[in-house]
């Protein structure tokens, strides 16, 4: 969701030589927001080492120290003691986790929930490098890697080999493996196999190794703060699980899912060499048959086979997956709300609360919904319109004020311009009212007719109208200004009144002389 500015995140960045522009456009911040960090930090002579050692509250209140005042009302686990616990038996975070919290409550303290329980413990062992112990648990920990070997598609078309791109997880407890095939190594594409590998096992993970890879990991300096994908941030969030970036050059820290790569380019990719694939849905198919029998594969050095493992041993200590899973959203920052108490996404209008009229808010796009929200509060919630759609509206009653005699315009009062401009006109105004539930929907749209008026005059709009009403049923701003701009209605004035004389000479009659009737000389 929208938030505070990220201070600490742009310190550490800025400390590592990157520029305001590429910290915006890496990490989706508004580029005021980066060149306001950067200005406090010089006036006030702060660097990261100043806010390294303090939380994203702290450093937030460090630059701005008269927004959101708030209090650090935690109590600090002990992970050094978290660390040792957790060789034991039968012993996990979970359960470390709720006797933190059985403590604190019994000393009237403030305990930390279990997602930031976690958190804290990957950075914790990632600043003291305790990551290389190789001991598994069941339920734990999840390796994810891209595969560096691919394989093809043929096109149809033309031949041209299509490379395709291997997701790879693992179960370090079981080796149960998972494997995705992607057109390319893009964000969305590693959050969808991330998604995907969840569903597949059924359930999360405590943890999630992963390689220093761009989609996921922004920075891992050798000593301070990982900077994670915001991203990929919130994916961990929503599945209660910390990403824990293995250390660079650290292979090792993620043995499992590099052994298991270099065992599905033997399993899965030399197995299928020799076929020729046109589509993903046949190669998906082949693949998914190569690893079932590899899962399905007797150990060679341990009883059973992964599957048999994962599913007698690990599968129940997997956390069950939230009601609905992750879906990937994109942020659209400082949208309009208009009088008409609307925003614009992609030529479609969803409603806001009408108090909001006038202010600038943030839209949270996801593959099926549309979320607004002000000052990092939601205000109003939408189902997203199909990208085939466009000049939709998505208006909540409770949204729209009981009257808008406040505002300037109102439908009588357009309507009474239209008529001074001409008939055609009015109807074109009549059929954009027509077509909309609520009245107050159309005073945009019917105001940007009119106003074409003072361009091009009354004169040619009225024309262009009529003009317009023969190729579309109700005709919009986007109709009439072509029309106007390309002068098709000069062309079709003439043309009318072409036909106008036309019409008068085929009406008017032949008209005898006098001398028909004796007059003149026959008097």
Known sequence: MARKIRVKRIMQLRAAGLSQSEIARDN???????????R??????????DVEGKSNEEAYRMFFPDKHPEETIYE????????????????????????????????????????????????????????????HKPGAVSEVDWSGATMHLVSPLTGEDIPVYLFVAVLPYSQYAYIELCLDMKEESWLRCNVHMFEFWGGSTT??????????????????????????????????????????????????????VGKIATAVIARLRDE???????????????????????????????????????????????ALPYE???????RSVYPDCHVVLDKNHYSCPYQYAGKKVDLKITDTLLEIYLSGERIATHRRFPDYLSNQWSTRSEDMPDQFQQMEWDDERIRKWAKTIGSATTEVIDRIFADLQIKEQGYNPCMA??????????????????????????????????????????????????KQREQDKETQGYIRGAAYYGGLNHD
């Open 276 to 322: 020729t694939f046109q589509t993903m849905d046949s190669m998906r198919t082949a693949v998914a048959n190569a690893l079932g029998d590899y899962n399905c594969a007797p150990f060679q050095k341990r009883e059973g086979s992964r599957i048999q493992v994962f599913r007698e041993e690990e599968a129940a200590y997997l956390r069950p997956l939230p």
């Open 76 to 135: 600090q686990p002990d992970y050094a003691t978290v660390h040792k616990e957790l060789p034991r038996t039968g012993v996990t975070l979970k359960l470390l986790w709720k006797e933190y919290r059985d403590r604190c409550k019994h000393h009237g303290l403030t305990s930390y929930g279990y997602t930031r329980f976690c958190n804290g413990y990957s950075e914790f062992t990632i600043s003291q490098n305790l990551t290389n112990r190789l001991s």
């Open 328 to 334: 990937i959203a994109t942020w659209k920052y400082g």
């Open 207 to 260: 943890r999630i190794v992963c390689d220093n890879l761009k989609t996921g990991v922004i920075n891992h300096p050798k000593e301070g703060e990982i900077v994670l994908n915001e991203a990929y941030e919130a994916l961990a969030n929503h599945y209660m699980t910390a990403i824990m970036p293995a250390q660079v050059r650290k292979p090792k820290q993620k043995a499992s899912v590099e052994g298991t």
């Open 28 to 38: 989706h911040m508004s580029k005021t927001s980066v060149s306001e960090v950067f």
């Open 40 to 49: 406090i930090a010089q006036e006030r002579q702060i660097s990261f080492a």
């Open 449 to 498: 007719v009119l106003r074409l008026s003072k361009k091009y005059s009354a004169t040619r709009l009225e024309a262009a109208c009529a003009l317009a009403l023969t190729r579309f049923h109700s005709p919009r701003y986007r109709h009439l200004q072509a029309i106007l701009s390309a002068e098709e209605d000069i062309l079709f004035q003439s043309q009318e009144k072409e």
